[in-house]
């Protein structure tokens, strides 16, 4: 059984239409790369599985329907986000950022700064005052601290600068190496994506329209449903 099952999922935004019928599943300790141009639903995906908004159609988690659940109860099942554009807590500090979200697990703040070194060093400096880089692993450490059974993340390399979207990439594929960690992840970047992915999800205009293993995603796949 899949960790995460989504099969026809449908959702709206007020009269407006936005997922017309996403299929994706993510086993446990599975990496998968959701992946569409921009627009086609990729963060309304994410948004209905976390319960942000409604949606219709089938969705589980480990087995338990989540459409009835508001979107805390998700999070307590063991589903993490890394929302897209970080979101910290800016007036907290690093530290305490860490601290609001943890509950009991293998990922504490010891570890977290096993895996980003800097957050440590910046511990004490509130979230407003961190590079974007900075932030970025800080809410991807924050998700850890939830131990989560699957971790989203929305675009967590957009914007950053070449070395610091490797140093992501590399303690992305070292949370999942270490921990067997499920991973649902949403980026452009074909090559990045296949360091840790096993296998894509592709949408197009709010509906899944390929998936496959990542070594089956050739270049006119991409091109055509990508445009990268």
């Known amino acids: ?46 948004r209905a599985i976390c319960r942000m908004i ?18 805390h109860r998700a999070a307590r099942l063991g589903i993490g986000l890394v929302p897209e554009g970080r979101r910290c807590f800016r007036d907290l500090t690093v530290a305490e950022n860490l601290l609001a979200a943890a509950r009991p697990g293998p990922w504490d703040r010891a570890r977290v ?8 060093e910046r511990a004490g400096q509130v979230a407003a005052s961190l590079s974007g880089g900075e932030q970025q692993m800080l809410a991807i450490g924050r998700a850890l601290m939830t131990n989560p059974r699957l971790m989203i993340l929305d675009e967590a390399t957009e914007g950053l600068a070449p070395l610091v979207r490797a140093e992501i990439w590399a303690a992305l594929g070292q949370v999942r190496g270490a921990s067997g960690m499920a991973l649902l992840v949403i980026d452009k970047s074909v090559k990045e994506l296949a360091q840790v992915a096993d296998r894509a999800v592709l949408l197009e205009r709010g509906k899944t329209v390929w998936a496959g293993n990542m070594d089956a995603l050739t270049p006119d796949i991409t091109e055509r449903f990508v445009g990268v």
Do not use: I
Not at 19 to 43: H, I, P
Not at 113 to 120: I, N, V
């Open 54 to 71: 409604p949606s219709r159609g089938v969705l589980r988690f480990d087995g338990q329907d989540l459409h009835n659940l508001p979107s």
């Open 113 to 120: 700064a096993d895996l980003f070194p800097r957050l440590e």
């Open 1 to 46: 059984m899949s960790l995460l099952q989504v099969e026809g999922l449908e959702a709206s935004y007020g009269a407006s239409q936005a997922l017309f019928g996403v299929d994706l599943k993510v086993g446990a300790g599975e990496a998968v790369a959701l992946m569409g141009r921009n627009g086609m639903g990729k963060t309304t995906t994410v």
